[in-house]
Structures are given as C-alpha cells and as structure tokens.
C-alpha cells in the first residue's frame, strides 16, 4: 500500500514519461544507438520555463522588498517549482526526439504509396497535393509556412494558460494529452513508416517561396533525422489538442469562447498546410486526428483516475 501512495503522489505527467522512458531504454538496448541530447525543438519550452522562473523570483523580490540574501534564496527556492512544472514537457521532447530517431534501426516496409491509393480513392483519382500545386504562390506558401510552425506553439498555448491559472487538473490534462498523443504517433511511426508526398510523387517545381518556407524547410530537414514520419500527422495530432481542450475548458480559460475562436482556425490552417506544403498525405490527417483524440481520452481518463486515487490515499492518512 505505501508503494501504490507513493506512485500516486507521482504527477501524471511523469508517471507517463517514465513509461515511455522505459520503451526508449528498451529500444537502445535491443536495436543499439546513442542518445541525442539536445534538440531544436526543446529550445521554445527550456526558453519558456527560464524566463517564467526568472520573472517569479524578480515579482516576489520586488512585491516583498527583500535585501537579505537568505530571504533572496529562499524565494528561489521556492520558485524552482516552476521549473517541476516544465521539467516533463521538456523531457517529454528529449524523450520522443530520441524515439523517433530509432525509428531508423527498425526494419519495417514502408506504406507511401498505399497512403498516396488511398489519397487518390478519396478525390478521384486525383492527388491533392499535385492539384493544389496550380494555386501555389509564394506569398500564400511562406503564409502556410508560419502557419504549419505553430504545432507545438498551439497546444502550448491552452497548456500555459492553464498553468497561470493554476488550474491543475486541466494543466495535467494537456501535458499528459501531449505526451500520449507523441507516443501513440510514434508507434505508428514504427508500424507503419510512410513518406511524405514530397519525397514521392513528382511536382513540375519546387513550391514558389519568398524566404520563409524556404528557410524554414531547411532548418526542418536538418532536424529531421528520419523521413519516414508521415502516418499519422503529428502537427495535425498536436494542434488538434489545442481545440479539444480550448473548448474542454472554454468556461475556465479567460474568455474562453474567444480563445476557442482563435485557436481553431489556426489549427484548421495548420491542417492544410500539412498537405498544401506536401509533408502529408490526407489520410495522415485523419490518422492524426485519431491519436489527438485517444492520447485526450487517455489523458483525461487518467488525471482523473490518479487524482481520485490521490484523493484516496490523502484521506487515509488523515
């Protein structure tokens, strides 16, 4: 019984990535590989969690007019809880980035063209990434660019939203959606590796851009160790969290309804570029829509579930 209170004083977030962790310690040791340390995609949350840590330590030494060092190292101390709160999104990218990777080891048969069939069943023979290219233009390209790097930038925003509210349950909600969502992408990865249309059809150009998709594109496939990511759509699955909980907590989040309206049409633009910028086939985005909604389900099922076992186990003791 101790051992059970002392797991479920584990947040859900790290009880998740521990999981996970164990599969990618699991895959070094049977296919090999070394870890990747650092990772581009870390950047944005590190960056974030350092300056909401700096900016409680300044608030609380101003608002308290303190000047004694040990009252200055006791606020730092106690704002490093701060740092506990990003410490799994952080984790969860070092995490999932060094999944992905092992992708490579694996041996699986690829599935781009059953994706580009079904792709074609869909609309008529045509594909939809070589019909769009008539109506490509580098302004609307470089548009589409800005609008596809807000994958992560989506979700987050619904998930520090909440943290500033100090709205735990929905707080641990989207950072556990999050993590689900990645790994539930990351198993497709490995049973079904699939290519995106860029890397299999053939297009009569490059798409037109003025320097933003360009730049952007490249810094992309310097940081993508692995093409074989396309089923499911993980921008897809990670904007789509940002809709299913801006409107989970649409009574909670100031001006909810609002927020709701301003995420979701850049989360439906988002999905269109997946497959206007040719990194993804249409049924990647159906793909992605599904494990959006399983890694949700799972998430709020299982904050739910550890939070009435916490419950339980404080009650106990008093």
């Known amino acids: 019984m101790n051992f059970l209170r002392r797991v479920f004083l584990i947040p859900p977030d790290f009880l998740f990535l ?54 200055i190292l006791n606020v730092i101390k106690d704002s490093a809880k701060v740092l506990r709160d990003w410490l799994p999104l952080i984790l969860m990218i070092l995490v999932y980035e060094n999944l992905k990777d092992k992708t490579a080891l694996m041996e699986n048969k690829t ?35 800005i609008n596809y790097a807000l994958y992560f930038i989506l979700p987050l925003s619904v998930w520090f939203t909440l943290y500033l509210m100090k709205n735990q349950k929905g707080f641990y909600e989207v950072s556990t959606a999050m993590i689900a969502t990645l790994y539930l992408g990351y198993i497709g990865y490995v049973v079904f590796p699939a290519a995106p249309p860029r890397f299999t059809l053939t297009y009569s150009a490059p798409l037109p851009s003025l320097f933003l998709h360009h730049f952007l594109q490249s810094n992309w496939d310097k940081a993508a160790a692995v093409m074989l990511g396309a089923f ?24 909810g309804m609002l927020f709701f309206w301003i995420v979701t049409p850049l989360t439906v ?24 909604i399983a890694g949700s389900f799972i998430a709020i099922t299982g904050v739910r579930f550890w939070l009435n076992k916490r419950e339980s186990f404080i009650r106990k003791e008093e």
Do not use: C
């Not at 074609?120 to 609307?140: C, R, S």
């Open 269 to 292: 633009g988002l999905w269109f570029s997946t497959v206007y910028l040719r990194h993804h086939w249409v049924v990647d985005i159906f793909a992605g829509w599904f494990v959006a």
């Open 111 to 145: 599935i781009e063209w059953t994706l580009a069939r079904m792709d074609a069943a869909l609309f008529g023979g045509i594909q939809p990434t070589q019909w769009l290219e008539k109506y490509t233009h580098p302004v609307l390209v470089d548009i589409m660019a």
């Open 232 to 255: 499911p759509s993980l921008h897809v699955g990670l904007s789509t969290i940002s809709i299913i909980f801006a409107y989970r907590y649409r009574k909670v989040l100031p001006k």
């Open 18 to 71: 521990g999981i996970f962790g164990i599969l990618l310690g699991s895959i070094i040791v049977r296919y090999g590989g070394s870890l990747k340390w650092v990772d581009g995609s870390i950047v944005l949350p590190a960056i974030g969690a350092s300056i909401v840590f700096i900016w409680t330590v300044i608030y609380k030494i101003i608002r308290n007019r303190l000047r004694k060092f040990s009252d």
